[in-house]
């Protein structure tokens, strides 16, 4: 296989893993706890600026080209952990600003406008973000590693595969506890759910946080692989392509998102590179975004579960076995977690 | 929350309302509404379209913030507690119209209420595995006792959206005994409830009543209300107009002009 063709697959690939994570985040929230978050680009939009900003040197060093903060040049994986948890802390904290006093349709078009005002600010704040140009030369976190550049894509799709691995399955650990069953009751009946003692508030802040991190692990991969990072890129209609990818895959499920994000934002963007050309030329670009909008509304009428459905959750008939001598853990005796405190109970 | 239960003298009443008003827009929907319910009884609320015995209740629950009065819960005042923290202290509500979670199972639902689950916590989610399932696990079984118990095990895998209305109730007050109440308030519980399930839920509530459990509900069916209440209030435009036993209160000229004669 030629090397073009090999960059082109390695490129899709970790596409793919892109957005699987981010669909996973948003799965969280959107298919497992009911909150529409619009805004959900941004938070994949500060991981990857968080990358970016950590991930290069002075700003001075490039004789000043482009315009930045911090600059610190730290090594793989810092900036990839520091953008989690950046953009988780951006999801808690705009996640307080809102889902306390707003009901969920209102939660939505909030979390829009914010999503706009957010686009307009970075593009038109020269001085942090370098405005509409955005950001580029981010250095590529594994260079050193290898100078092939055949090498050095496959060894990110090989570091990528395992990030997104290990995303999936603590979003699939959370989502079959006792956790993601109240975050479930949450998204069916928040009234309900508080009148048996689950804390809506602070359920809904735990996934705003936790999908947020998410979205800034996806969003900090992206920003290293293709080394460039820019406002336009991260559009409001970003966020509707995922939530297709989600009700397409099937929200609320595990393997929901991995399908969705396979099939939507790769399989068909993608497959629009490939149709002849015709009409005017802005033709065909348009059309891909009237086939995600028709396939969103088929599938919403048609087939709302989604290709994977969320499974019904059985427990199998067995006995009981010998309750566990209350054990040590991280220093905290079990029987101490018990209480009124958590987001649960 | 055991220990945080607050524990009870033992003649005072679990729980007591004094005096609470409530107002929407121009509309005094509750006016010093005042009334006591002792454990082991259970009181009932009932009046007119209109009376005020819905917000009363959702006053009761955190749901309506009152305009005044006070709501004392086991000798502590919890009338500015949110929903979720009064019911962390035993004060389980159920709901006139949709009260499931209509995509869980019925298990689910109930397991939804268990109180102190070690694995809600996301820290245990990925730290203490064993130790919640096997907690998950005891659990499941009260469940399926509770679904026994009710008559309706065989639908323990069935979506809540799929039960009839009758089945619902049982569901709920099952989930609601889950949670393990010291104070059950419960919205119309016979709403949609058919004739052969009626009286089947109405002993179900004396049984709950005779364990301890103090139950507040309001109701339409006065039937229903005299056979189970050992108090009731009238309530009419917000206030209230008499309480004693149903009986007694038939004989009432205000009670009757304000409601039983419509």
């Not at chain 2, 996301?122 to 079984?141: A, D, G, K, P």
Request: aromatic share 8%; charged share 15%.
């Amino acid at each position: 296989m030629s090397a073009a063709w090999q960059f082109y697959i390695a490129t899709l690939i970790v596409f793919g893993f892109v957005y699987i994570i981010a669909a996973a985040g948003l799965n969280l929230q959107f298919g497992l706890t009911g909150v529409y978050n619009f805004a959900f680009i941004i938070f994949e939009a500060a991981g990857a600026y968080c990358t970016a900003v950590l991930s290069l040197g002075s700003p001075r060093a490039f004789g000043g080209f482009q315009s930045y903060i911090l600059g610190l040049h730290l090594p793989f994986p810092l900036p990839l952990l520091a953008s989690a948890m950046v953009a988780g802390a951006l999801g808690v904290g705009l996640g307080a600003l809102t889902v306390r006093r707003l009901r969920a349709d209102y939660l939505a078009i909030v979390m829009l406008v914010i999503s706009l005002i957010a686009t307009g600010l970075v593009t038109d704040y020269q001085g942090v973000f370098n405005g509409a140009a955005g950001l580029s030369l981010i250095p590529q976190p594994f260079a050193s590693l290898t100078s092939s550049s055949i090498v050095y894509d496959w060894l990110f799709v090989l570091v990528a595969g395992v990030i997104c691995a290990l995303v999936l399955l603590a979003a699939r650990l959370m989502i079959e506890s006792p956790l993601g069953r109240s975050l479930r009751a949450v998204r069916e009946n928040e009234n309900a759910a508080a009148a048996l003692g689950k804390n809506v508030t602070a359920l809904r802040l735990l996934v705003f946080g936790v999908g947020g991190a998410m979205a800034g692990i996806s969003g900090s991969l992206l920003a290293s692989f293709t080394q460039a990072w820019s406002p336009s890129s991260w559009f409001y209609t970003e966020t509707f392509v995922l939530f297709t990818a989600l009700i397409v895959g099937g929200a609320g499920s595990n393997l929901g998102p991995v399908v969705g994000a396979v099939l939507v934002p790769v399989v068909l963007a993608e497959g629009s590179r490939y149709l002849p050309q015709f009409g005017p030329p802005t033709l065909v670009p348009s059309l891909e975004w009237i086939a995600i909008g028709v396939i969103l509304l088929a599938f919403l009428w048609f087939w709302p579960r989604g290709i994977v459905p969320e499974p019904k959750r059985t427990f199998p008939a067995e006995p009981v076995p010998r309750p566990l001598v209350p054990q040590r853990t991280r220093g905290v005796l079990v029987r101490d977690l018990e209480g009124e405190r958590g987001p649960g109970r | 929350m055991s220990a945080s239960r607050f524990p009870t003298a033992p003649d005072a009443p679990l729980l007591s309302v004094n005096g609470i008003s409530c107002s929407f827009g121009g509309v005094r929907a509750v006016v010093d509404v005042s009334f006591s319910a002792p454990a082991g009884q259970i009181t009932g609320l009932i009046g007119p379209n209109g009376a005020g015995k819905s917000t009363t209740l959702g006053i009761v629950t955190g749901a309506i913030r009152p305009a005044t009065g006070t709501i004392h819960f086991a000798g502590r005042d919890v009338t500015k507690l949110p929903s979720y923290r009064r019911a962390r202290v035993g004060m389980i509500r159920t709901f006139q119209m949709r009260g499931e979670f209509d995509r869980l199972t019925v298990l689910e639902n109930l397991l939804v209420a268990a109180p102190e689950q070690l694995g809600e916590r996301i820290r245990n989610v990925y730290s203490i595995r064993r130790t919640w399932r096997h907690q998950q696990r005891e659990l499941v079984e009260q469940a399926r006792e509770l679904l026994g118990r009710f008559g309706i095990a065989s639908h323990e895998n069935v979506y809540a959206a799929e039960l009839s209305g009758g089945q619902r109730r049982l569901m709920e007050l099952a989930r609601a005994l889950m949670a393990k109440p010291r104070l059950l308030l419960l919205d119309e519980p016979m709403a949609g409830v058919s004739p052969a399930i009626r009286g089947e839920l109405a002993e179900h509530l004396l049984e709950v009543a005779n364990s301890g459990i103090a139950i507040v509900l309001v109701e339409h069916e006065l039937q229903f209300v005299e056979n189970v209440c050992g108090h009731v209030l009238v309530l009419a435009q917000g206030r209230v107009i008499g309480e004693g036993k149903m009986s007694a209160l038939r004989e009432q000229a205000a009670v009757l002009d304000a409601y039983l004669t419509g």
